[in-house]
């Protein structure tokens, strides 16, 4: 579905606009952009770039750094402590702020 709405859309950009897109921001899933080049929406010669959005990065490193306290701390081990350097929720997230600030 998302595949063919943007597939319509970048179509109707040419049309209706006269401007085309030359690069696709994604959150990860690469579905639409290779739909977009396979079906050359701007003709055989035009390839469309891919960006990572840097903000849906820093999202899923921060769940999944929570995820690996969460699951070290049913084994036993603390890794969200108290001391200096431990894994906390503070951490990870002054983590995933300097991620998404370091691509500026």
Do not use: P
Request: proline fraction near 0%; glycine fraction near 8%.
């Amino acid at each position: 579905m998302e595949m063919n709405a943007a597939a319509i859309h970048w179509k109707r950009s040419v049309k209706e606009a006269k401007m085309r897109y030359m690069t696709l921001v994604s959150d990860g899933d690469g579905k639409t952009h290779q739909h977009l080049n396979e079906i050359k929406v701007y003709g055989k010669n035009v390839i469309i770039m891919k960006e990572e959005c840097i903000n849906h990065d820093a999202k899923r490193v921060g769940n999944d750094l929570r995820n690996v306290v969460q699951d070290w701390k049913k084994k036993g081990v603390t890794l969200g402590g108290k001391k200096r350097g431990s894994l906390k929720d503070e951490s990870i997230k002054k983590l995933q702020i300097f991620l998404s600030k370091s691509n500026n």
